[in-house]
């Protein structure tokens, strides 16, 4: 029956002034009559619909296809977070191929014998973005079936039976070219059955949060649809990060300047593949530490993770993974905690990298990152500093042009002139003359007329000044896991450098003795000085 109506319609369709529907194709980019409006069309056929229909002779496929179909050797979108499992193209993905691909010339049709002779000697479709290439796995998923199952898998999909009535979708409730394009409808452009200035089109389908970063609101701000340079993710750029730095370069107005500072000593490299294989902690991109899709400006306080990482996963406090990270430390556990990313750039006593075992409130003694610090009587603190407060691991570990270091560019952990990643300088060799600058991490913190006025450990002026030994000879930046430390041995973070402290000969001992307040003694051999033990006391 429909066939027949088709039929009928042909008929009275034939020339291009009886065109009276579907209309808009008349015009459009699809018109590759002799009177079409591009590049693209034929020297003398005046039929319209004849490129892709006839009543005649056509091929078995429904609607009175008039084209040969493209053979199967597509490549097709894949991506570690696909749950959908596109095949090979089918339905009326294969009629749009039919032209699409480059594979077959735009004037071969069932109802002529002779190819139709299409203007300035074009065959097949030109090089450019029409030209999609047999190489899909670029461009939007198709021919799959997008059914309540599916949308079930990914909470940001949604149910295909709450679609609007614009977006069809094929036989067998598959996701077709032809769910946002018609092919007779040039009104919208692109042929889209939906309007996508606001990416109506996308949000239609992907239940994906708008954030109040007014430049992000579009999904083209980072996505195409089309011929992506990335493949997986359908991004903008070849990898993620490339995506993000096409703005965040310095040279679009009112956005920051991150690329700036991955050109420093010390950064937190970014990746060179957009989909990588596990295991995902020796590398970082821009979405390691924020999700691209609900990031958010505003601050909040430490130890809350930072709206701008969005609702980014996480390892917490005691191992286990989480899906939203509440806290920074979270996020930056997932590679510095149980995977260590990197090696210890000090060489300790007592050896440990596992960021989440020194931070934690049972460690021996640590800086306040996970929990309020152990010590209540720490006279060096500076104002704004008190010893129920928490500190960011991005107090410590940020760029050194940020607001935070004292400049005015972009904070965050992204690169810095000082290394590890330190939002101010700190040398940690032996010798190193005593300056504001040469501790000046340490400085931002801790008063330096208090440390070297001695108002805690009685000898700190000695060994800082007079001995050239760095704060790093006998403090670690961290804390001291219990299990691995002592009570005695390692309170107040001390935990000696092993490249610059030995064992005291006459002893045998490498150790520190906490005796009390600002009281105590250590076995060692230091600049050649034996301590079999030396003490302090106020
Ligand atoms: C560039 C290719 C192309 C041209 C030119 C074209 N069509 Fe189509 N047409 C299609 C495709 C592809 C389908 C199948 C759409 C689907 O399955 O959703 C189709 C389907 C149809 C249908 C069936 C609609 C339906 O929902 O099943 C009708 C009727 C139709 N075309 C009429 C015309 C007429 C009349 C013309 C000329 C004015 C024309 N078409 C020109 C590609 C074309
Ligand atoms: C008969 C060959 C043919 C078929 C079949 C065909 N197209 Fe096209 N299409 C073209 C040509 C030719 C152009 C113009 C390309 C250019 O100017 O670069 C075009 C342009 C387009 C454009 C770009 C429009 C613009 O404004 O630039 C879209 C989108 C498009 N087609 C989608 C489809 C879809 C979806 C289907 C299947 C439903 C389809 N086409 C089937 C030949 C075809
Ligand atoms: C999920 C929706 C979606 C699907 C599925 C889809 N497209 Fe598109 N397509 C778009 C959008 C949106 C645009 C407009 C691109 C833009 O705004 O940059 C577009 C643009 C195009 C263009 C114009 C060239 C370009 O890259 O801008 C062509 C040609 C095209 N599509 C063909 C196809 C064909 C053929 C298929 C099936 C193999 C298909 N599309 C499947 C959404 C889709
Ligand atoms: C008709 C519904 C629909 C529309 C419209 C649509 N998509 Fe999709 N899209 C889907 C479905 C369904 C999947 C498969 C999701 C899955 O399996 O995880 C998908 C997959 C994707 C993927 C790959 C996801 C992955 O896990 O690798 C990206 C990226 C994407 N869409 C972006 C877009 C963008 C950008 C737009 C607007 C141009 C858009 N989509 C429009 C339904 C749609
Ligand atoms: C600020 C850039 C940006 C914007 C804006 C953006 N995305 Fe994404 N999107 C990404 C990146 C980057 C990824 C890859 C994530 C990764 O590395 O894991 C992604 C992944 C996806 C995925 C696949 C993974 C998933 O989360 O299911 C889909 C689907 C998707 N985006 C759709 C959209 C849609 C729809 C919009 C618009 C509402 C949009 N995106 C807006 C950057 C963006
Ligand atoms: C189309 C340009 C563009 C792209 C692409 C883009 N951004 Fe942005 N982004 C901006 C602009 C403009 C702002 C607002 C000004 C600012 O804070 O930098 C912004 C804001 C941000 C902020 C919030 C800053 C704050 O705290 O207020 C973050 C974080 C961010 N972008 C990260 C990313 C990441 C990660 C990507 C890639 C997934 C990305 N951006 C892609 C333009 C872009
Ligand atoms: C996805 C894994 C990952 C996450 C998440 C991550 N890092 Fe890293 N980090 C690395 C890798 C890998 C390196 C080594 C440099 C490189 O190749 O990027 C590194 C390097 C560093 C360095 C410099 C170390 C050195 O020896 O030069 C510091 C400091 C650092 N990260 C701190 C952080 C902080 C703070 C966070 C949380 C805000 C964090 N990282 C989150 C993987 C990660
Ligand atoms: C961002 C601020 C900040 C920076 C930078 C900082 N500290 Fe601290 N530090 C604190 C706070 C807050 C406490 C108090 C913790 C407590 O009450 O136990 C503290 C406590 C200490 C303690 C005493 C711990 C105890 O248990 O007795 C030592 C030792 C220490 N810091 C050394 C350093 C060294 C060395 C540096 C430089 C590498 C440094 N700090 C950098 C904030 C900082
Ligand atoms: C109070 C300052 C401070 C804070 C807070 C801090 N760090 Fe560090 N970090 C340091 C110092 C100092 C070093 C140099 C190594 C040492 O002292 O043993 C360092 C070294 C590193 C390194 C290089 C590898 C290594 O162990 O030497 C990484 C990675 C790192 N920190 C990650 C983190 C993470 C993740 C957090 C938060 C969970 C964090 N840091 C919090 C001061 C800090
Ligand atoms: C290791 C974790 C980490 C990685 C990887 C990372 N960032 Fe950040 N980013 C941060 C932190 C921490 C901040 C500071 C947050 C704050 O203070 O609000 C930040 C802040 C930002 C800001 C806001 C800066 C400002 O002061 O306005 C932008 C924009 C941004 N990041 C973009 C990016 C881009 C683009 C990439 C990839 C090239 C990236 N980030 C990679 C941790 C990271
Ligand atoms: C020779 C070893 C040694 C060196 C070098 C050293 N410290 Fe200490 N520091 C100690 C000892 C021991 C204590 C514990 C004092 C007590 O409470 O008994 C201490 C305590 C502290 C405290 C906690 C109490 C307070 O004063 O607020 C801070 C902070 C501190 N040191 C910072 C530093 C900084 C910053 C440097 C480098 C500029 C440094 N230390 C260099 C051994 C050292």
């Known amino acids: 029956m429909k066939r027949l109506i088709l039929a009928v319609l042909f008929v009275s369709c034939m020339g291009r002034a009886a065109l009276a529907q579907p209309s808009s194709i008349v015009g459009s980019p699809h018109d590759l009559s002799a009177g079409g409006p591009g590049p693209i069309r034929a020297v003398i056929e005046n039929q319209v619909c004849i490129f892709c229909h006839t009543p005649h002779n056509a091929s078995p496929i429904r609607p009175l296809w008039n084209r040969y179909m493209p053979v199967d050797n597509y490549l097709i979108y894949t991506s570690r977070a696909l749950d959908a499992q596109p095949g090979q193209p089918t339905g009326s993905s294969k009629m749009c191929l039919s032209c699409h691909d480059g594979t077959i010339a735009l004037g071969v049709v069932f109802s002529r014998q002779d190819p139709i002779l299409m203007a300035g000697g074009v065959t097949i479709m030109p090089n450019g973005p029409s030209n999609l290439g047999t190489d899909l796995a670029d461009d939007h998923p198709i021919s799959f079936r997008y059914d309540s199952a599916l949308a079930a898998q990914d909470t940001h999909l949604l149910d295909p039976d709450l679609l609007p009535p614009e977006l069809r979708l094929d036989f067998n409730s ?133 709206p701008n990482f969005g609702d980014i996963d996480g390892i917490n406090a005691s191992g286990s993974q989480v899906a939203i990270a509440s806290y920074e430390y979270e996020v930056c556990f997932k590679c510095h905690g149980d995977q260590q990313a990197v090696p210890p750039t000090v060489q300790r006593l007592i050896p ?14 640590y800086h ?30 940020s760029s050194n042009s940020g607001t935070n270091g004292g400049g005015t560019g972009p904070n965050g952990v992204h690169g810095s002139d000082y290394s590890p990643l330190f939002v101010a300088n700190y040398e940690t060799a032996d010798y190193t003359s005593e300056s504001a600058f040469a501790y000046a991490l340490c400085y931002r913190c801790h008063d330096r007329n208090s440390i070297l006025g001695d108002e805690s450990f009685s000898e700190h002026k000695k060994h800082i000044q007079k001995e050239d030994a760095s704060c790093s000879a006998c403090h670690t930046g961290h804390g001291i896991p219990s299990g691995q430390g002592t009570l005695t041995g390692n309170s107040h973070l001390i935990n000696f450098d092993t490249s610059i402290v030995f064992p005291d000969p006459d002893t045998g001992r490498l150790e520190f003795r906490d005796t009390g307040r600002f009281r105590g003694e250590c076995y060692l051999e230091c600049h050649g000085e034996k301590h079999s033990p030396e003490d302090y006391k106020p």
């Open 368 to 397: 306040p990152v996970e929990a309020p610090g152990k010590n209540s009587d720490v006279p060096s603190l500076r104002p704004g500093w008190t010893t129920s407060s928490y500190v960011l691991c991005s107090d410590c570990h």
């Open 174 to 306: 598959e996701l077709q070219c032809t769910t946002c394009h018609d092919a007779h409808d040039d009104s919208r452009g692109n042929f889209l059955t939906m309007e996508n200035f606001d990416s109506q089109l996308c949000m239609a389908c992907h239940q994906i949060s708008t954030t109040t970063i007014t430049d992000h609101t579009s999904c083209n701000a980072c996505h195409q649809p089309h011929s992506s340079p990335s493949g997986p993710y359908l991004l903008r750029g070849m990898t993620v990060s490339e995506t993000c730095l096409s703005c965040h370069d310095g040279n679009t107005q009112g956005a920051a300047n991150i690329a700036g500072d991955l050109n420093k000593l010390s950064i937190h490299e970014t990746y060179s593949q957009v989909d990588p294989p596990d295991p995902q902690y020796t590398h970082t991109s821009c979405t390691s530490c924020h999700d691209p899709h609900t990031m958010d400006p505003g601050t909040a306080s430490a130890p809350f993770v930072h």
């Open 352 to 365: 440990d990298n596992n960021a989440r075992l020194q931070f934690s409130p049972g460690a021996i003694s």
